[in-house]
C-alpha cells in the first residue's frame, strides 16, 4: 500500500468504508469528497482489493482531473476518451483520440486494466464485442506458412497503412521477404518470410530501424473500431466478474446522460432533414437505465460532493475536516514525490572532464619537437 492510502486508514469512515466493500455490499455511498479526496479514496480501495475498478464520471473534464490525480498514486490508469460523432461527408477525428479508445478496449480485453476512468458520454457509446476483438487478431509463428497478400490485406482491414518505411503507429511496409509493422510510436515487429514461410520474428527499433530481439510469435491486434460497423457492446461487459463500479456523482451523470439524449434527438432530426446519413453510434447509444442494469452485476460505489448526515447503513459522510486534511496530506505527498523526481545532485567535474581523467599517458600519442 503506497503512502497516502496508508494514511486513510487512521479514519474510522475510511476503514468502515473499506471493511464494506471486503465484504461484497453494494452499493456503497461515500459523501462529502472533494475532487482530491475521490482519488484517494478510489486508489486506497484499489490499493486494499486489488480489484479491477471502472470510474464513470460526468463529463470528459472531470475524467481527465481525475486521471490526473490518480496517476500520482498509481501508473497503471487507463483513460478512455468519448469518441466524436463525425456528421460531416469526411472524417475530421483525431487519430490520436482513436488510438486512445482503442489501447484502452485493448488493455480491458487483455486484463491489463487495474483502474479505468470514463465519461458517462464514453460509456453509452457502444463499442466492438469482445468476440469480434478475439476474431481479429493477426497471429503470426515462426515456421508456419502464411499467404503474405492476405496478411497485408488484413493489417489494412486492422487500420493499419502501408508505406516505404515504418516511422510510427499505425503503418507497415513490405521490402521484399521482409514486413515491417508498428506496435507502437517506439517499437515495431519485423517478419522475414523464406517464401510463404516465417523465417525469423524480431522485434525493433523504430527510430534506429534496429532489431532488438527474436520472438516466436506476434499477435497484432486492432487498430481502429471501425473492424466492426454496428458495435452492440458496452465497456462494462469487458470487466472481469470481480471489478468494482465507481459512479462519481450520480445526480450529475444521470442528468448529463439525458441531456446527451436530447441533443442526439435533435441531431438525428436535423440530419434526416438536410438527407444526410445518420451515423449508427448516434442512433445506438446506451442509455442510462441500460447502464445502472449493466452495473447490478458488480460492487457499485458511488462517490459524492454533498456533506448531508444519513443514517442509512451503507451511506458513509466524511466530515470535512477529514476531506480537507486528506487533501492536504495529497499535497505534501505529490509535492516532495515531484521534488525527488526533479531533483539532480550536482556534480563537481562536467562529463568531459571525468572522461579526460581516464586517459593515461600511455593513451597519448609522442609528438615530435621541432627547433629552428
Known amino acids: 500500500m503506497n503512502e497516502i492510502a496508508e494514511n486513510l486508514l487512521r479514519f474510522k469512515e475510511i476503514t ?54 490518480l496517476k500520482s498514486m498509481n501508473n497503471n490508469i487507463t483513460y478512455i476518451p468519448k469518441k ?64 503474405q497478400e492476405e496478411i497485408k490485406a488484413k ?40 517464401g510463404d514461410e516465417v523465417d525469423q520474428i524480431k522485434y525493433f527499433d523504430i527510430s534506429s530501424q534496429r532489431s532488438i530481439e527474436s520472438i516466436n510469435q506476434i499477435k497484432i491486434y486492432p487498430l481502429l473500431e471501425e473492424i466492426e460497423k454496428e458495435p452492440k457492446s458496452s465497456i462494462i461487459e469487458y470487466l472481469s466478474k470481480d471489478a468494482i463500479i465507481f459512479f462519481d456523482e450520480i445526480n450529475k451523470i444521470i442528468l448529463r446522460s439525458e441531456n446527451i439524449q436530447k441533443d442526439n434527438i435533435f441531431l438525428i432530426k436535423d440530419l434526416i432533414e438536410k438527407n444526410k446519413m445518420v451515423p449508427y453510434i448516434l442512433e445506438n447509444m446506451y442509455t442510462m437505465d441500460e447502464i445502472i442494469s ?3 452485476e458488480f460492487q457499485n460505489i458511488r462517490l459524492d460532493s454533498q456533506d448531508i448526515i444519513s443514517e442509512k447503513e451503507n451511506v458513509i459522510t466524511l466530515p470535512y475536516e477529514i476531506t480537507k486534511e486528506i487533501d492536504e496530506e495529497f499535497l505534501r505527498l505529490t509535492k516532495q ?36
Not at 464514453?122 to 499467404?147: F, G, P, R, W
Not at 493489417?155 to 508505406?163: Q, S
Not at 514525490?337 to 597519448?364: G, M, N, Q, V, W
Open 155 to 194: 493489417l489494412i482491414n486492422l487500420g493499419y497503412e502501408r508505406c516505404d518505411i515504418v516511422e510510427g503507429k499505425g503503418t507497415f511496409s513490405v521490402r521484399g521477404d521482409i514486413l515491417d509493422i508498428s506496435i507502437s510510436n517506439k517499437k515495431g515487429v519485423r517478419i522475414e518470410f523464406f
Open 337 to 372: 514525490e515531484k521534488e525527488k523526481k526533479t531533483y539532480k545532485p550536482k556534480t563537481r567535474f562536467s562529463k568531459e572532464f571525468k572522461d579526460a581523467e581516464k586517459i593515461t599517458f600511455s593513451d597519448l600519442k609522442p609528438r615530435r619537437l621541432c627547433c629552428s
Open 294 to 296: 449493466l452495473s447490478i
Open 84 to 147: 466524436d460523432i463525425i456528421t460531416y461527408d469526411y472524417d475530421a477525428q483525431s487519430r490520436d483520440i482513436l488510438y486512445s479508445r482503442i489501447d484502452g478496449i485493448l488493455k480491458l480485453f487483455k486484463g491489463e486494466a487495474e483502474i479505468i476512468v470514463v465519461s458517462v458520454e464514453t460509456l453509452m457509446q457502444k463499442i466492438l464485442s469482445k468476440k469480434t476483438m478475439q476474431d481479429s487478431i493477426l497471429k503470426i509463428m515462426v515456421a508456419n506458412e502464411y499467404n
Open 16 to 69: 468502515t468504508y473499506l471493511e464494506k466493500i471486503k465484504e461484497k455490499i453494494s452499493p456503497v455511498t461515500l459523501l462529502g469528497l472533494s475532487g482530491v479526496s475521490k482519488a484517494c479514496i478510489i486508489n486506497a480501495t484499489y490499493e486494499k482489493e486489488k480489484r479491477p475498478e471502472l470510474i464513470i464520471t460526468y463529463n470528459e473534464l472531470q475524467a481527465q482531473n481525475l486521471v490526473k490525480n
